[in-house]
């Protein structure tokens, strides 16, 4: 019989492209297996199968169970896994997600340990979310004060737009239910983005805790690429939900962030955008080939081949 570590792993050419998986799916108070190259969903319902390469990343909210072969099969296919407490609304944990290439990796790296560098793409992420704005030549102490008023109005007319009563945004972390509607709703958006922009930023093979914007914390780079979608997406999905009902707005708001990320096809953009970022000018690449490329640096930036013994001074 095939054991799990002599099954090879698929290879980049077989996998989905992170841009054509569902965004996310959210799953509590069940248990999860794996069948062939499946999960399976066991809960007071029946079973559901869910095929693991279509899963952008797996939300684990309260009351699940995950065997090892179900992470088996995700790590495999690339899916990100993050482990979410009650309404989705609290991060865990987050397992790793298959990653074959370091070209974003040292791009993002090199970007963010250059000081001038690092404002740019702070620039170029506020022009992303603004375009009507132009900010170059704006220093940081700028950019979020136009990016602070920029999300004020964005509530504002949300709320005009909707009919909701708005007082401001109002967030207690542990409380959920101490908010009123339109606050959850827009806390449960934003923590579904953040596990959507996380396991983009992994699959890429990106460090999600070097930020341009954000900075200090292991999901940096996580929270500046979910920002970028706030005004346009996050914000008025949540305005919906809470005006269609104050009842389990959390739950309802993370549906129609799905439908509303899977009809925008968001995560072509997404993927588009960091690569925009962080690579520009090179567009975003395609796998040509079916092998892991390693190589070893020398000279001069200079990459020669791996698994090459390159001492010439012995013969033994």
């Known amino acids: 019989m095939t054991t799990v570590g002599r099954r090879p792993a698929g290879s980049p050419r077989q996998l989905p492209r992170a841009a054509d998986r569902a965004g996310f799916v959210y799953l509590e108070r069940c248990t999860i297996h794996r069948d062939a190259n499946a999960i399976t969903v066991e809960d007071a319902e029946g079973t559901t199968h869910i095929p693991s390469a279509t899963i952008g990343?797996?939300?684990?909210?309260?009351g699940t169970r995950i065997t090892h072969q179900a992470i088996s099969v995700l790590g495999e296919t690339g899916a990100g896994v993050v482990w979410v407490g009650e309404h989705g609304v609290r991060y865990y944990a987050a397992g790793r997600a298959l990653s074959r290439s370091a070209a974003l990796a040292e791009a993002q790296a090199s970007c963010w340990a250059n000081r001038r560098t690092r404002l740019?793409?702070?620039?170029?992420?506020y022009q992303l979310r603004f375009p009507d704005e132009d900010p170059s030549g704006c220093t940081r102490q700028?950019?979020?004060?136009?990016?602070?008023?920029?999300?004020?109005?964005?509530y504002r007319v949300q709320a005009q737009r909707t009919g909701l009563t708005w007082h401001g945004r109002r967030y207690t972390p542990g409380d959920f239910a101490s908010s009123d509607p339109a606050n959850q709703a827009i806390t449960a958006a934003a923590q579904a983005m953040y596990g959507v922009a996380h396991a983009v930023v992994t699959a890429l093979g990106c460090s999600p805790a070097l930020g341009f914007v954000h900075s200090g914390h292991e999901l940096s780079f996580v929270l500046d690429i979910a920002d970028l979608y706030k005004t346009e997406v996050g914000i008025p999905v949540a305005f919906d939900a809470a005006a269609t009902s104050p009842e389990d707005?959390?739950?309802?708001?993370?549906?129609?962030?799905?439908?509303?990320?899977?009809?925008?096809?968001l995560l072509d953009r997404v993927v588009a955008d960091i690569h925009r970022l962080l690579l520009p000018g090179?567009?975003?690449?395609?796998?040509?080939e079916e092998r892991d490329e390693v190589t070893l640096l020398s000279d001069r930036d200079r990459q020669v081949s791996a698994g090459v013994n390159y001492d010439l001074e012995t013969s033994w």
């Open 57 to 62: 990343t797996l939300l684990l909210g309260p």
């Open 249 to 265: 707005v959390g739950a309802r708001t993370r549906r129609a962030l799905r439908d509303r990320i899977h009809e925008l096809r």
């Open 142 to 154: 700028e950019l979020l004060g136009r990016e602070g008023r920029r999300v004020k109005d964005c």
């Open 282 to 288: 090179r567009g975003t690449p395609v796998v040509t």
């Open 120 to 125: 740019e793409i702070a620039r170029a992420m």
